[in-house]
């Protein structure tokens, strides 16, 4: 197995920061630095990670509802309250993408970063719902911008599925399913088109639902969710 790969399954970190470790000189293999992501990985191989031994976990797979404030980080260096602290587990888990401070709903966490980094890597194209609520009455003219596509600064987003959930005079709520990965790309996006977002919360990362999953709470994925995300 590739050192690269055997970082990223080890639960190390996903496969991008794995690879930054290794050219960064922090990856040792039999006490020797090895900067080789393609270095393949034998049986009685020592690998080391800034001095700590790297030892195969295994793998868990988490749905997590993140509350408003929580940071989607596996650790905080201003000490503010992270995802991963939500979790009670023996094995160093890591968030799944992110999801803003200011947004609610589902995050999914686990040590499998190889699944991870399909998850998250723009090719696969996973899709992610939200249900946004909006400052105004939205036009539809508005709804059929986000379908077609949005200019932001850093370029013409992909076309979304949206919904009309509800219009007032004041407020709209939508659902709103995109395939990229963009930062904040549903409020640049509903901002683009003239209705901020008021609340932001993400309800379906490809197969798996949020449901009735309460706000800080989380479970483990079964066993047919797992498979249909790696499917997709």
């Known amino acids: ?22 050219r960064e000189g922090d990856v040792t293999v039999n006490g020797r630095t090895m900067t080789d992501p393609t270095y ?9 990670v800034n001095g700590s031994l790297v030892a195969f976990e295994s793998r868990e797979y988490y749905a997590l509802h993140k509350p408003l404030g929580v940071i989607s980080t596996a650790e905080d260096t201003h000490g503010r309250q992270t995802v991963t602290e939500l979790i009670k587990t023996e094995v160093r888990l ?10 609610s709903g589902l995050l999914l966490l686990t040590n499998d970063g190889n699944l991870a980094n399909h ?3 723009p090719r696969y194209e996973v899709p992610k719902t939200y249900r946004a609520e909006l400052q105004g009455a939205i036009t ?9 596509g ?8 992909a076309p979304a599925e949206v919904s009309l959930l509800k219009r007032t005079t004041n407020q709209s709520e939508i659902e709103l399913t995109i395939r990229e990965g963009r930062n904040r790309q549903v409020r640049r996006m509903a901002e683009t088109v003239g209705f901020p977002v008021v609340k932001l919360k993400r309800i379906a990362i490809g197969s798996v ?11 483990p994925l079964s066993e047919s969710e797992l498979e249909r995300l790696k499917r997709s």
């Not at 590739?2 to 470790?21: I, M």
């Not at 393949?40 to 080391?48: E, G, I, K, S």
């Not at 949005?150 to 987003?157: A, I, R």
């Open 1 to 22: 197995m590739h050192l690269l790969k055997y970082l990223a399954q080890a639960g190390v970190a996903a496969r991008r920061k794995a690879e930054t470790l290794i």
């Open 150 to 157: 949005v200019e932001l600064e850093d370029g013409l987003t």
């Open 119 to 121: 998850l998250t890597h």
């Open 209 to 219: 639902k949020l449901g009735d999953l309460a706000v800080g709470e989380s479970r």
């Open 40 to 48: 393949h990985v034998q049986d009685a191989d020592q690998v080391m």
């Open 94 to 103: 890591y968030p799944v993408g992110r999801l803003d401070a200011d947004t």
């Open 140 to 148: 539809d003219a508005a709804t059929d911008r986000l379908r077609e």
